[in-house]
């Protein structure tokens, strides 16, 4: 009876890690390029249960009970890359990645919710970790981007986009800018320079960083190419790119979670009234 209060309480504490998770997502439902997070339960490995200290058997041997479930755990999460909507803003410096998709036009704005998503803008940030080597890489499809007085590209908390060589992009601030899709961006009718557009050999191995952005850990991802067309991509100016959550979707899994919350809970209510009688009951002396 008690193995039962232990296999409710771990798929409670497994539902709302679940809910955490599917929460974020909705929170983050109107953030540019955010990619949502999906959670993958299993179950913990089957034990062989054994009965000890049971003098009904020879002293001190243990009993085969046969295998016991512990319960439920979450047992990882995954980022879900499939390219969200683009929403168009004719800002110059909002760029948006379209992979794999017809191209966009100022007539129609695509649903590109069924493309992958493997390719993203390269922005520099100092790291918080005093032995973190000071300026790393981070990778983004959040394309709101803007140009400070000295004509640095930059994100909207200030970090420098990178061209394909890793070095910050300087224009001209007086000058007007023409973004090729191919990322070249044009002044005065000479390229400038190029935007990296990053490309992972597995980028279901990059670490997210904050809510919309990447980092390569130890071992994971490593960059295969830095342009768009070898990412399969093209730069669309004055888009952004919208998040790929489905509200419609997170709100029948966060029922769904809620409903799989309170049926543990309602188990572990019973297997406490069944300990209750069998404590203060069945033992009992009439």
Do not use: H
């Amino acid at each position: 009876m008690v193995k039962g209060l232990y296999t409710a309480y771990t798929g409670m504490i497994n539902e709302q890690k679940r809910m955490d998770i599917e929460t974020n997502n909705l929170a983050n439902v109107n953030s540019t390029g955010f990619k949502e997070e999906r959670s993958v339960s299993q179950s913990f490995r089957d034990l062989l249960g054994l009965k000890i200290k049971d003098y009904s058997d020879a002293p001190w041997t243990a009993r085969r009970l046969g295998l016991i479930n512990p319960g439920v755990k979450l047992a990882g999460s995954y980022t879900n890359f499939e390219q969200g909507g683009l929403r168009q803003t004719g800002q110059t410096y909002d760029l948006a990645l379209n992979n794999g998709l017809p191209n966009v036009d100022d007539q129609s704005v695509n649903d590109n919710m069924g493309a992958g998503g493997n390719a993203f803008f390269a922005t520099s940030f100092a790291s918080d970790d005093p032995d973190g080597g000071g300026q790393l890489i981070k990778y983004t499809r959040d394309g709101n981007f803007t140009l400070t007085q000295d004509g640095y590209l930059v994100t909207s908390e200030g970090n420098n986009v990178l061209d394909i060589n890793n070095n910050p992009i300087q224009l001209d601030p007086n000058s007007d800018s023409t973004i090729l899709q191919d990322g070249r961006i044009v002044q005065n009718q000479n390229v400038v320079t190029t935007i990296q557009v990053a490309r992972f050999d597995s980028p279901q191995f990059l670490q997210r960083y904050q809510d919309n952005a990447f980092i390569i850990g130890d071992g994971g991802a490593q960059v295969i190419s830095t342009t768009a067309a070898e990412a399969n991509a093209t730069v669309n100016q004055g888009y952004l790119e919208a998040s790929n959550v489905s509200v419609v979707d997170e709100m029948v899994n966060i029922i769904s979670i809620q409903r799989n919350y309170e049926t543990n809970s309602k188990a572990m209510q019973a297997e406490d009234d069944t300990l209750d009688i069998a404590v203060n009951q069945l033992g009992k002396i009439q």
